[in-house]
């Protein structure tokens, strides 16, 4: 149960929902206790006055009193059974109307808690976990926590309630009997003590299992292009039987052992009720016992039957839950969350400085920047060019504040990012990365993601700066064509310059641009830079790349090689260093030589 502690908070916040079901749990079973009582006190009257009605012989009175005994007696007791009966079902309705609803209402909190985390995590949370574990945590393993606060807490309660009222009740009526009745319940206690745990570990197991299939299916599924073209559906489909395979085994190993509860407890109760017959008809001959009160027992008996039946369920169901809750506490309780100050809010973005600022990647461990000192003024145009595995990914993500630096200060309009109010920075940039990712959506659609107020005129204006609205208005149905999943239906290049436009519908203040022109042409990209300096002129633009004929022209152009700034200055300055940039300007222009 400790993991559970982690939501048990949610029973304070819906509070009057939980005592309100706990006060319907608590008067069901009252009810239910009459109909019992009732069928003793008719049971024991009948017996005693058949002897009567035999004593008065074959007379008009024996005929009234026989109408009277057998027909509105009997009737009056089965009104009184159905009206007790009818009551607790209309609050067992109530019951279910309170804590089923309580536990709805969790499991919306608590999907809303996750995912508001997940949004929280940084980069490398996401290069750890995969997409489909992300969603299993989110949806099966929360619908189990959901099962604890709803049937495991209701059940548990009524059976907790109806225990005390069922035994009060038989040990009231007779001490001795009940004692014989009670025994087999401190061996159920002691089964389902030593099942728990065994039940607690085979549902983590199904929990990882389950997670593992769910993420297979997701990596099949979004690269389906790639197992088709290497033709390796049947490899695949193997694999995925393999894992279904193991999580079918899980199931029916867990299975089994939930099928030892059901046939122990109902020869428990079926022990109880013999105890009840025979050591109530000895009782009856001693006379301290009425044939009214062996009916009373075995209703009592039945009454537990299904209580006793669903309790090994309800630990089933909380040990799941203890399973799923850890599993979701791992997300819960990871500290690579980036924590956004409330003040102060910045409304412009005037300097960027980064002092002394250097990033481990705390996953991998790779020192990915070093002591690096920049400063980007705004309206300045800077290129940042490197070697593969330079830092330049690192750096548009530090900008960005998908990662924290480890040593240093990055500083925005003189203060540390990380005391300013981080939602209302990003409104204040955008950011495309390397891997362009669109939504199975309209184009329009994709495109108006960077801002949601925007018309149709500005999507078409940023689409021409993009150099992606000709290619859009060839397609049938235009800035309503339907792109599929990831963009699947886009050329890499079309993902690039559509990316690029609803990058640029936002008109912020900061635009950094991560190499998402590598698909495109150099005369396309060339002709995009020149529409953002003249759409642009006051914003400022980090444009990430590893082509040195694209950034001639900016204003600065820093040079990054194994996570240190090695040069930086304009595009001549750096041509007469005779350094890493001129070497990769030579590199690429012999490059081009060749391919023309």
């Keep these: 149960m400790k993991e559970l502690r982690a939501v048990n908070f949610y029973f304070l916040k819906y509070k009057w929902l939980f005592l309100s079901g706990i006060f319907f749990v608590i008067t069901s079973n009252y009810f239910g206790l009459l109909p019992p009582q009732y069928i003793q006190e008719g049971i024991d009257i009948l017996k005693d006055n058949i002897q009567l009605y035999q004593l008065i012989g074959h007379s008009e009175t024996q005929a009234i009193f026989r109408n009277y005994l057998f027909g509105q007696f009997i009737l009056f007791i089965a009104i009184l059974v159905i009206i007790a009966s009818l009551i607790k079902g209309v609050l067992m309705f109530f019951m279910r109307q309170t804590l089923i609803v309580m536990s709805r209402k969790i499991e919306y909190d608590q999907k809303n808690q996750i995912f508001k985390q997940y949004q929280?995590?940084?980069?490398?949370?996401?290069?750890?976990?995969?997409?489909?574990?992300?969603?299993?945590?989110?949806?099966?393993?929360?619908?189990?926590?959901?099962?604890?606060?709803?049937?495991?807490?209701?059940?548990?309660?009524?059976?907790?309630?109806?225990?005390?009222?069922?035994?009060?009740?038989?040990?009231?009526?007779?001490?001795?009997?009940?004692?014989?009745?009670?025994?087999?319940?401190?061996?159920?206690?002691?089964?389902?003590?030593?099942?728990?745990?065994?039940?607690?570990?085979?549902?983590?197991?199904?929990?990882?299992?389950?997670?593992?299939?769910?993420?297979?299916?997701?990596?099949?599924?979004?690269?389906?292009?790639?197992?088709?073209?290497?033709?390796?559906?049947?490899?695949?489909?193997?694999?995925?039987?393999?894992?279904?395979?193991?999580?079918?085994?899980?199931?029916?190993?867990?299975?089994?052992?939930?099928?030892?509860?059901?046939?122990?407890?109902?020869?428990?109760?079926?022990?109880?009720?013999?105890?009840?017959?025979?050591?109530?008809?000895?009782?009856?001959?001693?006379?301290?016992?009425?044939v009214g009160n062996i009916a009373e027992f075995i209703y009592y008996v039945n009454m537990l039957t299904w209580p006793v039946a669903s309790l090994g369920w309800a630990v089933s169901l909380v040990q799941r839950a203890a399973a799923s809750q850890k599993r979701i506490n791992q997300f819960l309780d990871d500290k690579n969350i980036i924590q956004s100050a409330q003040s102060p809010i910045i409304k412009d973005i005037i300097k960027i400085e980064l002092k002394n600022v250097s990033f481990t990647y705390p996953d991998t461990g790779i020192d990915a920047l070093k002591n690096i000192n920049l400063q980007i003024k705004k309206g300045e145009k800077i290129a940042i060019v490197g070697r593969t595995a330079s830092g330049k990914s690192t750096l548009a993500e530090l900008l960005c504040r998908t990662y924290d630096v480890n040593k240093g200060e990055l500083l925005i309009n003189d203060e540390n990012i990380k005391n300013i109010n981080l939602n209302k920075y990003r409104a204040l940039l955008s950011y495309t990365p390397q891997d362009v990712f669109l939504f199975s959506d309209t184009i329009e659609n994709n495109i108006l993601f960077g801002n949601l107020e925007a018309d149709k005129?500005?999507?078409?204006h940023y689409s021409k700066i993009a150099c992606v609205h000709d290619d859009i208005m060839h397609f049938p149905k235009q800035y309503s064509t339907i792109i599929g999943e990831r963009g699947v239906m886009l050329s890499g290049g079309q993902k690039q310059r559509i990316s690029i436009a609803r990058c640029l519908i936002k008109d912020p203040e900061l635009i950094i641009l991560d190499d998402c022109l590598s698909a495109v042409d150099a005369n396309t990209e060339r002709q995009i830079l020149d529409n953002l300096e003249d759409a642009f002129e006051q914003k400022t633009v980090v444009f990430i790349t590893h082509r040195i004929f694209a950034v001639m022209s900016f204003d600065k152009i820093i040079v990054l090689d194994d996570g240190q700034i090695v040069e930086q200055g304009t595009h001549q300055t750096l041509m007469d260093l005779k350094g890493d940039y001129y070497d990769l300007y030579q590199t690429q222009l012999q490059e081009n030589e060749v391919k023309n």
Excluded: C, H, W
Aim: proline residues 2%.
């Design 120 to 290: 929280t995590l940084n980069t490398s949370f996401y290069k750890r976990n995969n997409t489909g574990d992300l969603m299993s945590r989110i949806s099966e393993d929360v619908s189990r926590v959901r099962m604890y606060f709803g049937p495991a807490i209701m059940y548990s309660i009524n059976i907790i309630a109806l225990f005390v009222m069922v035994i009060y009740s038989m040990v009231a009526t007779n001490a001795y009997l009940s004692i014989f009745v009670l025994l087999p319940l401190p061996i159920l206690a002691f089964l389902i003590y030593k099942v728990s745990s065994v039940i607690n570990t085979k549902s983590e197991e199904i929990s990882t299992a389950l997670s593992n299939i769910t993420s297979l299916a997701q990596e099949i599924f979004s690269g389906i292009r790639v197992v088709k073209a290497f033709s390796i559906d049947k490899l695949t489909q193997e694999e995925f039987a393999a894992s279904s395979e193991v999580y079918k085994q899980k199931n029916i190993n867990l299975a089994k052992i939930e099928a030892y509860f059901a046939p122990l407890m109902l020869l428990l109760v079926g022990l109880s009720t013999l105890m009840v017959i025979y050591i109530g008809g000895i009782e009856v001959q001693k006379g301290n016992f009425t």
């Design 457 to 460: 005129n500005k999507v078409e």
